[in-house]
């Protein structure tokens, strides 16, 4: 706490936000003091156009700027092979990889008891909708190899089973209890071939 | 790179600020997006507040959101006992220490060949400007114990010895290479206590 309460108030705005301390928070309030005015008003329209512009795609519920999310809106993509995946960044860390042709689904989540997360909490009824067409043959459970990204992909392999759709979890080479857009190109790719029928799993 | 070009920008944004790598400033932006709109619009308005109101002290250029900082302005402290301070971090560390009853000049910055910052980059005029009426006895320099603290320690020892005034520097209490507002109570406590003249020093 400065004692000046506009800097606090300040302060504790940016330690809300996700891996920022106190101290962190801090030194980001004081960082904007010293910046120019226009760099502040840079970041302050940058905050408000993100806000305004972005929103779910309709579709595979990824965040976008366009009316279709432009992998969804992409004709040379294989609309047949849907990626599942907890969030927008693992869908960029896809994306840099480039060996993934198919299309995504964001869950924006995973299921998490502890943390009152329901499977209704996450993006699952929209990925139900999308599989009804019967456009898509296989589904890829792209979930992190953490707890709660097992139980997610275990929870999608059941929900999925009476569909016909074939379901495939990625190979393990993900380094157990890493996150998903830490893992470096070639870890992805190799996840990604090596990728196996849920069922051969269990 | 999303793809998605106000979320890259406001990611930009983010990575601009200090101790923000890109994957963290990534994670910042997507945050917001998933914060309610009140929420943002708290920070923002916790953005152009504090622009708006935090200025600096006349007196001792540590920031404050009156016209003089509670400390300058308080007839209680001992205002012969000047504690001259790298940032307005340093200022809040020793208030939390609550040992020190003088009053700070800021500087609001070291002297860094290296960066560029010449002794007119800092607030060193305001502090002989200060000086001047002789109510001050004693300057504490209390930079940090890192190689442009004690070499801005060194030339304000030099640029004040013709004054009359005593000046001190902080014991090796602290750390070497520890930055100041990292300090634990104690440790800033001691070194507080253990502050000698720089003459003896050399």
């Known amino acids: 706490m400065s004692g000046i309460e506009a800097l606090d108030v300040l302060a504790e705005q940016f330690a809300r936000m996700p891996g920022i301390g106190r101290k962190s928070a801090e030194r980001l309030a004081l960082s904007l003091l010293n910046d120019s005015a226009d760099d502040v008003e840079t970041l302050v329209n940058a905050i408000t156009e993100a806000r305004a512009r972005i929103h779910r795609c309709p579709v595979c519920q990824n965040l976008t ?49 502890m943390n009152g997360v329901t499977p209704d909490g996450i993006c699952l009824r929209e990925l139900l909708a999308r599989l009804a067409d019967g456009t898509v043959k296989e589904v890829i459970v ?19 089973a009476p569909l016909g759709v074939q379901v495939t979890r990625l190979a393990h080479g993900i380094p157990y209890g890493g996150a998903l857009e830490y893992a470096d190109e070639i870890t992805l790719s190799r996840a990604l071939e090596g990728r196996r029928n849920m069922e051969e799993r269990q």
């Open 142 to 160: 792209a979930t992190g190899a953490t707890t709660e990204g097992e139980a997610t992909a275990m929870y999608i392999g059941r929900l999925l």
């Open 65 to 113: 700027d366009k009316e279709i999310c432009p992998v969804c809106a992409d004709p040379g993509r294989d609309h047949t092979t849907l990626c599942v995946v907890e969030d927008p960044r693992a869908v960029m860390a896809f994306e840099r990889v480039r060996t993934f042709r198919g299309v995504y689904h964001v869950l924006h989540g995973l299921i998490s008891p």
